[in-house]
């Protein structure tokens, strides 16, 4: 974790991802109270969000390469 920030929404941390890539997330989803009262049910996923998200992270991915291609010259 790097630093934890108090927002009007609540808490979020900033934790650097095995990648070095620091995310913000809310703290609530490392509360070992919260986690202990939710549930699995069973999944759900919708094919259409999925190819969405691929879509978008491809683009995402694709737009970092430039930027850092761009970086280098």
């Known amino acids: 974790m790097r630093r934890v920030e108090q927002r009007a929404t609540g808490q979020f ?23 202990a009262e939710m549930s699995i049910g069973r999944p759900q996923v919708d094919l259409a969000a999925l190819s969405d998200l691929t879509r978008l992270v491809t683009q995402a991915a694709g737009l970092i390469v430039e930027e850092l291609d761009d970086d280098r010259r």
Do not use: R, T
């Open 13 to 35: 941390l900033k934790v650097e991802g095995p990648s070095c890539v620091v995310v913000s997330i809310p703290g609530w989803m490392v509360d070992p109270l919260v986690c």
